[in-house]
Each structure stands twice: as structure tokens, then as C-alpha cells.
């Protein structure tokens, strides 16, 4: 049975207005369930993440600060969010999310968190939106625990994943891969161990032939034994912040051949959903509908 991590605490208030689409974690179950995609029973609901575990890709001062919410002012307007308790526990339930989801995807090949992604948060910082890195961690909690011994991330989504390449700059049992963005947030970017930034306006060719020109070699060269997939959708034409130009059908020829490859070197994948900004909230909760498609297909769900 494909698994998915969801919490009703993954729907945060936020201000009206605000560009951070917080409504796509409610949209999407609710999207799935309504086109018969899943379940009910596919759900399951994380817990709190501990101190510990958090602190295993976070800086414990750091993490502590979080916990306490006596984080510094100004890494909190670098956050985006104002720093409350529920958006704290957000954040440790949606990292907890991840990790139960890689345990799954080893039992199953696949499985998902609704929300998660948040590839921002670096070692000891919080940035756009993200205030811990849960596939860091969870990738983290997979080695101590001699459940993977070679990780490969894979980060589509437009805005490079600093925080992740900050975390694993020195760690040779995870590789971090990332397309993205040139001239698109972080403005500061951070060294992945293969970043392919892109120009402003790409198509779907363009794109599709540099993820085949290279994904397929990193398996070979990586020989990973797990990967973590950060699938955003704001690779979209539609989207306000992500400056590319691919369609819905480019946008979901990405993510096939992704999992195409996973299936093809028989590695299990953690999917997290990632960046979306489009307009109208609708063409965010599709495109990320899509890749639960795919993965039911592709794995005979």
C-alpha cells in the first residue's frame, strides 16, 4: 500500500495574502480522495519529532532555540513566518512525516508526505520558510540507524536547496543533486555535489534533456541505496516566483522519469512535495497531484 504523511497541523494559519500557498496541504488529500487516487486508509498521521532526531542534522543550539521559541529576531524574519508554538510542532510533525515515510518507502519501493521539502534550513539557520530540513534528518536518521549506507537527494524544485548542500557539504554518504534557478532565491547559493543551474524562461526540452543527460549517471556513479526526492512544482510556467517556463505535461515528465530511474536501479524513494506558487491554487494542487498518479501507476498501486 503506498503511505502518505499527513497531519492536520500541516495547514498553518497564515495572513490573507500571504504568497506562501499554505492551503495546498489541505487541497491535496482532499483532491486525491475525490478522484479515487487513494484511500483514506494510505494516510497516516505523524508525531512530534523529538529534540534528539532533529539533532541530527541541526546544531542543537539551534534546534533548542526553535523548541523554546527564543530564536533570534532576525532568523526569524530570514524564516518568514512569525515564530509560534504551532508552527514550531508543524515543522516537527511534518520531519517525523518524513522519516516514517522512508521507513514505508523501504517496505514499499514509494511513499510521500503531503507536505516537507523544506530544504532551506541549513545546519544551524532557518530560511525561507523552513525552519528544519526534514529530509535531512531524515536521511540522517536512516544512516545512524544502518538502515541506507549511500543517499541520494534529489532536488527539482526551482530555488537551489541551500540548507540541504549546507548540512551534507562534508558528508560522503549523501549526495545532494540540484536543479535549479540561477538567478532565483537563495542569491547566495550553497554547493551541492552537482548543482545545474538553469536561465530564466527554459521550456520543457530544454529541461527534460539535462535531467536525462544526467540523472540516470548519478545512479551509476552514486550507487545509492535510498533517495530523497524534493518534487516543487515551481518549475511551472504558472508560477509567481519560479521564472522557468515548463508546462503541466514537462512538469510531470520530470517527475516520471525520476521514479522511472528509482524503480529501474531498484532504490526506494521518499517523495516530498516541495515549492508551488502558481497563481491560482488550483494549477499548484494538480501538478503535485500528478506525481501521486504517477507513483500509483508506476508501481502498481
Partial sequence: MLKIAFHPEYVHPVRAGHRFPMEKY???????????????????????????IACLAHDPDYVQTLFDLTLDPKMVRRIGFPLTRSLVDRERYLVDGTI????YAQQNGISFNIAGGTHHAGYDFGEGFCLLNDQAVAARY?????????ILIIDLDVHQGNGTAHIFQDDQDVFTF???GDKNFPFIKENSDLDLPVSDGITDDVYLQLL???????????????????????????????????????????????????????????????GGYSLHIKDIVNAHCETFKIAVDLYNF
Fill in 100 to 103: 516514517k515515510s522512508a521507513l
Fill in 142 to 150: 536512516l544512516l545512524k540507524n544502518k538502515l541506507a549506507k549511500k
Fill in 26 to 52: 489541505e487541497l491535496i488529500p482532499l483532491q486525491l480522495l475525490h478522484e479515487g487516487v487513494v484511500k483514506a486508509e494510505n494516510f497516516f498521521e505523524p508525531l512530534l519529532v523529538s529534540f534528539e
Fill in 212 to 274: 536525462s543527460k544526467h540523472l540516470p549517471n548519478l545512479f551509476n556513479k552514486v550507487k545509492p541505496d535510498f533517495v530523497f526526492y524534493q518534487a516543487g512544482v515551481d518549475i511551472l510556467a504558472t508560477d509567481k516566483l519560479g521564472k522557468l517556463k515548463l508546462s503541466p505535461a514537462g512538469c510531470r515528465l520530470r517527475d516520471e522519469f525520476v521514479l522511472l530511474n528509482c524503480l529501474q536501479y531498484q532504490v526506494p524513494v521518499q517523495v516530498c512535495m516541495g
Fill in 178 to 180: 540540484s536543479i535549479h
